[in-house]
């Protein structure tokens, strides 16, 4: 019988943890959380200094039974759950569910999944750290009476249904605020005035070069600003000489990026992998937790996904640096060790940054156990780690100066002499080589052509994914842990909308936001939410109650919603009027916004809830077009209709078959092949499972469906091994899981 009893929060972690520690330990999960405040009620007794009522929640209650008589059982309880504020409570929620002493329970953490990770962890427990769990536990707080206290009021002066929150309200009022700028901007006009140049040299390639100054005068962006001064300085410069003044060779060097934090991964790959921060946290949970990598083993690729900080364990850059010496050479090496220091103020540094768990795993050479999109991100983690580690890129710059009268132009040209870190990790923001020919100092040059141009002044960008999350982080708004969560929010409140990757507030948005702004200005703002992450820093550190951090806060927050119960009237949601008629009763159409854009709806609703799609430019889109394909089934023509966010696809014209098909990029319909029967039982209802192909690759689905949902995954399998990969191995596979 096992002695000790390790609890985890995942189960994937269960089998990994499991085979590392041996048959005296029983590795077992929790499933998440197992205890929150209640949802019929606020749970905190105000009166009684913030006293919390937690209760077990309901689909826990079998797991909560089960780790109950497995804690009976052991001698120690290991309570191993994730590496952050959040995992420090829900450990402590653990011991109180289950009733366990403290002198029964031991904490153990770990950044990485790995048998060196794992068995150091349960050769140095530690008792909980009831800061951790304190900070954690007034952040929770601090939501609940925001969420419980401000959204009824929502509900009653605003519509049911919405909802208000310390984070997600300040990055409505980001988004919201930006729009204003955007709206109130005025554009600048100036100009800019670029010289075509040439050697004099038969064959010479042309190059350019800007007007830079005038005498010791420098021409700053917006100097010139008219076409009329622009006119003036070519009048100026005809049957000028183009003479080059001065040429300067240096060396520039470029150093690598930091490792990934929470923050920088999600905002990188929303930019070059076009995932949502809710999608990269997924994905990189399903790496930390452990991936099949060959045959039977399981084993964690990177480090915990959730962190501030960019410290990174001795052992693991000494790891990387023995790698780069040995697969690049010497040369690579940076001349002492990098160490990389997070600007946050609260950063965790007892936290790792986000890196593979060994550079060692070469994503080319684990691909094939991967997903597509596993890969990606897997490979951008361990690109940026490895880079992280090298030496700085050179290039050669060359400054050219050339006087034209009294006017001086400037050229230059960069190109790449060591690449360093690039050797790994090259993106496409890295500077680009320009070419100059050689100059000599008093070399008369051709001029080509002179080229005048008119610019405007541009408003500030609209956030994107990756931008509002690196605002809200420079703020000091929230955690790792909450970005994800706040964007997806934000979205499904239907607060902001996403156009072309952008956000944009919607009808709804400005109006809370507004409301907010006015009734609660002093709550709902920056500086306030990220003093609150200060406080909840303190809390963490013993350097403050979390009882006072929350009567600190309470107290303006309740005269706030004491006056605006009072003051705020009504607010009416006007939709924004088009000049398209319904055509089923002939009532006006109005602009409405949904999650996947917006869309014109009948004035008249609900009587009339007839609807139009509108693509991202705001044009009809039209109805369904016939077109000269059949259906397979019942050989009805298909039609071409518009879903979710104008993806398009084929539907059967006969109402009754309800067949439909994908479009591939010229246009055809994509045939899904037939599931491949197996001869496999399944183990839920003993009906046959058949092998079908999916977007992740293969897996097995019962052939009882829709009454029976059972689905498992097949583990990819090496190239040599895919083809004579037989049923009996997908049978152990199966049975496995």
């Known amino acids: 019988m096992p002695k000790y009893l390790v609890i985890v929060e995942s189960p994937a972690k269960e089998k990994t943890i499991s085979k590392i520690l041996g048959k005296d330990f029983k590795v077992k999960s929790s499933y998440g959380h197992i205890r929150d405040l209640p949802k019929s009620k606020l749970g905190i007794d105000i009166e009684n200094n913030f006293e919390p009522t937690y209760t077990n929640m309901p689909k826990a209650k079998k797991v909560i039974s089960d780790l109950k008589k497995e804690a009976d059982k052991a001698d120690v309880v290991y309570l191993a759950t994730d590496f952050d504020r959040e995992g420090e409570a829900i450990a402590w929620h653990l011991k109180e569910a289950l009733k366990l002493s403290d002198s029964k329970i031991s904490r153990i ?310 690449d360093g870190f690039m050797k790994v990790y090259n993106i496409d923001d890295d500077e680009k080589e320009t070419k100059l020919p050689p100059l000599t100092e008093q070399e008369i040059l051709n001029l080509l052509q002179i080229i005048p141009q008119q610019h405007f002044t541009e408003p500030p960008p609209r956030y994107n994914e990756a931008s509002l999350i690196k605002a809200l982080e420079e703020h000091g708004i929230g955690r790792p842990s909450t970005y994800a969560p706040t964007i997806k929010t934000i979205l499904d409140r239907l607060y902001v909308r996403l156009d072309t990757k952008k956000f944009i507030p919607t009808n709804l948005g400005i109006v809370v936001n507004d409301v907010l702004k006015n009734h609660f200005g002093n709550i709902v703002n920056v500086e306030f939410t990220a003093n609150v992450e200060e406080k909840l820093d303190d809390i963490a550190e013993d350097k403050a109650k979390w009882q006072d951090v929350l009567k600190d806060f309470y107290t303006p927050f309740d005269k706030n919603l004491e006056d605006a119960e009072k003051n705020l009237q009504r607010q009416k949601i006007q939709p924004q009027m088009s000049s398209e008629i319904c055509p089923n009763c002939g009532k006006p159409m109005v602009i409405r916004d949904s999650r996947s854009g917006q869309f014109l709806g009948c004035s008249g609703y609900p009587e009339c809830k ?114 004579t990969k037989s049923k009996k191995m997908l049978k152990k596979k199966i049975q496995r899981k």
């Not at 000489?241 to 060779?249: A, D, G, R």
């Not at 983690?381 to 090298?390: E, L, V």
């Open 109 to 418: 953490t770990f950044h990485e999944i790995t048998p060196e990770a794992i068995l150091d962890s349960v050769k140095h427990p530690r008792s909980l750290d009831m800061g951790l769990v304190n900070s954690q536990q007034a952040r929770r707080l601090l939501d609940r009476l925001v969420g419980y206290k401000l959204s009824p009021l929502l509900w009653k002066k605003i519509k049911i249904g919405l909802s208000a929150g310390r984070v997600q309200s300040v990055a409505v009022m980001l988004v919201c605020d930006r729009e204003e700028e955007i709206k109130r901007f005025i554009p600048v006009e100036y100009w800019s005035i670029e010289a075509e140049l040439a050697k004099t040299d038969k064959d010479a390639l042309p190059f350019k070069a800007m007007l830079a100054a005038k005498g010791d005068v420098k021409f700053e962006k917006l100097s010139i600003k008219t076409k009329e001064e622009a006119e003036k300085i070519l009048i100026d410069l005809k049957e000028a000489k183009y003479i080059v003044k001065s040429v300067e060779t240096k060396q520039r060097r470029r150093s690598p990026y930091a490792p990934y934090t929470t923050s920088t991964l999600q905002q990188d790959a929303s930019r070059r992998l076009g995932f949502s921060p809710s999608r990269t946290m997924a994905i990189a949970q399903k790496l930390y937790e452990g991936v099949h990598i060959g045959g039977s083993t399981e084993i964690g690729l990177i480090t915990y996904m959730r962190t501030d900080s960019l410290n990174i364990a001795k052992s693991a850059q000494a790891e990387a640096l023995k790698f780069i010496e040995s697969s690049y050479g010497k040369e690579f090496l940076p001349k002492t060790a990098r160490v990389y220091k997070t600007k946050s103020k609260n950063a965790q540094e007892a936290h790792e940054a986000i890196r593979p768990t060994s550079p060692k795993r070469i994503p080319s050479e684990i691909k094939q156990y991967l997903t597509p999109e596993e890969f990606k991100l897997y490979d951008l983690i361990w690109k940026r780690f490895t880079a992280s580690q090298m030496t700085d890129a050179v290039y050669s710059i060359i400054i050219a100066e050339i006087s034209a009268k009294d006017y001086i132009f400037r050229a230059s040209g960069s190109s790449l002499i060591f």
């Open 610 to 723: 007839t609807t139009i799609s509108l693509d991202k430019n705001g044009k009809k889109i039209d109805g369904p077009q016939e077109t000269d394909m059949k259906c397979d089934k019942c050989t009805s023509p298909l039609l071409k209709k518009v879903g979710f966010r104008g993806k398009q696809y084929l539907i059967c014209k006969n109402e009754e078959c309800k067949a439909t098909y994908n479009i591939d990029k010229n246009g055809n319909k994509v045939i899904k092949p037939a599931p491949e029967h197996t001869g496999i039982k399944c183990e839920k209802c003993g009906s046959e499972m058949l092998k079908r192909i999916g977007k992740r690759g293969p897996f097995l689905t019962c052939s009882a469906f829709p009454k029976c949902r059972n689905l498992q995954w097949i583990p990819k399998a090496p190239k040599e091994e895919a083809a």
